[in-house]
């Protein structure tokens, strides 16, 4: 990747592309600071929670939701507005032709999805000023002027969601590619020095601790020495399973067009072991986290709501990620997900079809419907697979909080060990999405040295 980034930066054309891409970065984490008038939610994040949707998104918006700054709706609505055009392609035929319509249908299906991110950003923009309002986090809301504190709120927000949609698409357009993937890339990079933070915390009062007690081998650096030994070992087995793939045979028949002669030649078909992506973890944690989010926002989660309604927080404990109930359902949902994901996205059928089309076959494989089956067949089995890649990914920080508990609760205070821990319960899927949009990044700048026949790279 490296050698990569160096052979791209030695082109003109692709190191203005790489600075404008950094430009667009700045602009944005500029905007993650801007405060939005009539609010004032410094602190507004301690309320979210370890395991809700609002953390889940504060970390996708570079910490913008918590501060409720300009950007505090981040990528979310552009994200889910893409999910949703694909999800009405698959209901609606008809509408999925119409977006496969060349490049007509290419900007359709753009248009479209601004139209749907325009109204999921007023539909969240206006939740989350409810939120404000019952926290108390709004500034002049009184009853004469609440109406015109509201409607300013609402469309800040707005604003800064279209702006984040805008600063995307140019990206798309005179950078690299990828705008939304680059951005959420660039949020989630930017907490690493909040979680270096944590772990330079508990290592200085875990060595504290024991050299307090007498202790001749600290743990301090076994703590450190294994956190990021998980890491690594993360996003090695993540780089490992991406680039992985099923390459199922194709032999092309003959044929005679005027007087040249095309076909008589092998390929393959590749399927790649995780086909869908980091959105099965996504769609997994928002649903586990839905009911510890609402009731972190009725006030289950404290300590007064706790004591008035103790049946609703053991309920609230047992959905946290500290529960064994969260992982169980966590590995299942994402199993779940990665199978419906790619039955919207991959159509054997239509597979075959082309394949039939083309004059290619799968050798021992009957052309059409068998064909279809023994592509169906496979997929399933790969599909498992990647299901399982991601379910392990998502839950071994989850799964490594109580071994960090065992190792440190004894000699350091629990609140700190939680405080750390806390950061690991969607630690999985910011791995996913970091290292997954670094490698698409790295896939597009070798395509675009390799278009400019650029000896370097070839060689």
């Known amino acids: ?28 984490r500029v905007g993650t600071i801007i405060p939005v008038p009539f609010v004032n939610a410094a ?71 601004r139209i749907v991110t325009v109204i999921l950003s007023v539909i ?89 007690k007498g202790g001749i081998i600290t743990l301090a650096f076994v703590i450190a020495f294994g956190v990021l030994l998980l890491l690594f070992s993360m996003v090695v087995f993540i780089i490992f399973i991406t680039g992985s793939e099923r390459r199922i045979p194709i032999m092309y028949a003959k044929r005679v067009v005027g007087r040249k002669m095309y076909g008589g030649q092998n390929s393959t078909l590749p399927l790649k ?33 706790a004591a008035a309604h103790p049946n609703w927080h053991a309920f609230y404990e047992f959905m946290s990620p500290s529960s064994w109930f969260y992982p169980l359902m966590m590995f299942i ?21 082309n394949l039939q089309k083309n004059g290619g076959a799968i050798p021992g494989i009957r052309q059409g419907k068998p064909t ?14 990647g299901a399982l890649f991601l379910a392990i990914i998502a839950i071994l920080p989850i799964l490594a909080t109580p071994l960090l508990e065992l190792l440190v609760g004894k000699i350091v205070n629990a609140s700190y060990v939680s405080y750390f821990a806390s950061s690991f319960t969607f630690g999985g899927t910011s791995i996913l999405i970091v290292v997954g949009v670094a490698l698409e990044t790295e896939r597009e700048l070798e395509a675009q040295l390799t278009m400019r026949n650029y000896k370097g790279f070839l060689d």
Do not use: H
Not at 372 to 385: D, F, G, M
């Open 273 to 305: 072991l995780n086909m869908s992506g980091v959105m099965p973890v996504i769609f997994a944690s928002s649903i586990i986290s839905l009911p510890a989010t609402i009731l972190t926002l009725c006030g289950i989660a404290t300590e007064e709501g």
């Open 124 to 212: 969240t923009a206006f939740g989350y000023y409810k939120i404000l309002d019952n926290a108390g986090m709004l500034v002049d809301a009184a009853a004469d002027n609440k109406v015109l504190v509201g409607f300013v709120v609402v469309i800040s927000y707005c604003a800064g969601a279209s702006m984040v949609m805008w600063l995307a698409e140019r990206i798309n357009e005179n950078g690299i590619g990828n705008g939304i993937s680059i951005i959420l890339f660039a949020n989630i990079i930017s907490s690493l020095p909040s979680f270096a933070i944590r772990l330079y915390e508990l290592v200085r009062i875990s060595f504290s601790a024991t050299e307090s």
């Open 372 to 385: 279809a089956q023994y592509i169906s067949k496979i997929l399933s089995k790969i599909t498992l697979i």
């Open 1 to 28: 990747m490296l050698q990569t980034l160096r052979n791209a930066w030695k082109l003109p054309d692709i190191r203005k592309k790489i600075l404008f891409v950094l430009f667009i970065l700045v602009i944005y």
């Open 43 to 113: 602190d507004f994040n301690a309320s979210f929670g370890d395991n809700t949707i609002l953390a889940y998104l504060d970390t996708l918006s570079g910490g913008a939701l918590g501060t409720a700054t300009l950007f505090a709706l981040g990528v979310s609505p552009y994200i889910t507005a893409s999910i949703v055009i694909q999800l009405l392609t698959v209901a609606f035929p008809k509408l999925g032709e119409a977006f496969k319509d060349g490049e007509m249908g290419k900007q359709r299906m753009e248009k479209w999805t």
């Open 333 to 353: 949902l994402i199993i779940a997900f990665a199978y419906f994901y790619i039955t919207i996205s991959f159509n054997p059928v239509e597979v075959a079809n």
